[in-house]
């Protein structure tokens, strides 16, 4: 059975909008949302490989550490994910609002909620992989506290990578950025 951790509070409920936890049947219209905002930076979506965290949105996997979705008038418009890798790091991913719902706290309160989850399962970092094209994001990641970290290879889909650190070092984290061949064994995970 999948543990799923999430905030007390949980779904929070905020002005016009629900976020709660992730189903399957929330994932057509995510995905849609996330294909839609990958493609305005010129980027195409691959929900079977580098994405597939996001494609299988809502399936029983058992590095996923939380899901949600923000639903706002019976409709999701907006997708976060987070799952665990090795040395109690998790990676979010999935980060994507729909573009009449930007703008409004949405996603910094999801951003919140996700890192919260990863923050009770006792992880120790969280990491990401963005564009620096996307230029909100980065500028959301930046004034949450993330760090940006060593830029990923040219094959992972991305340009950008940025930690955020949730509790005191382990002696198995080192607090450095993903050794080389790191990236390659979390994707065989
Ligand atoms: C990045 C994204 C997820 C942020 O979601 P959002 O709901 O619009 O974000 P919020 O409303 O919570 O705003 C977050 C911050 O960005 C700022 N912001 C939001 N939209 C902005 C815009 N169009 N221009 C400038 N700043 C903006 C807000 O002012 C806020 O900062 P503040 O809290 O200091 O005021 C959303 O814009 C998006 O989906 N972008 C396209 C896809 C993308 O880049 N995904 C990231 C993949 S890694």
């Known amino acids: 059975m999948r543990v799923l951790t999430r905030p007390s509070n949980f779904p929070l409920q905020r002005t016009g909008f ?3 936890r992730a189903v399957v049947g929330d994932r057509e219209a995510a995905l849609r949302i996330a294909a839609a905002g990958m493609r305005e930076f010129g ?3 691959d929900f079977h490989g580098l994405d597939a965290d996001l494609g299988l949105l809502g399936e029983e996997r058992p590095d996923v550490v939380a899901e949600f979705v923000a639903v706002a008038e019976n409709a999701v418009c907006w997708s976060v994910v987070l799952t665990v890798k090795a040395d109690a790091i998790g990676k979010l991913s999935g980060l994507y609002v729909n573009p009449v719902h930007r703008g409004q706290g949405v996603g910094r309160t999801l951003l919140k909620a996700a890192v919260d989850a990863g923050r009770s399962r006792g992880l120790a970092r969280l990491y990401l992989e963005t564009w620096g094209k996307m230029a909100t994001a980065v500028r959301l990641y930046g004034s949450s506290g993330w760090v940006r970290g060593e830029d990923p290879p040219a094959s992972s889909g991305a340009d950008r990578s940025y930690w955020l650190e949730l509790a005191r070092l382990t002696p198995r ?3 450095r950025a993903p050794r080389a061949g790191q990236r390659e064994r979390w994707a065989a995970e």
């Open 18 to 20: 629900v976020i709660r």
């Open 43 to 45: 980027l195409e979506p």
């Open 173 to 175: 984290s080192t607090g």
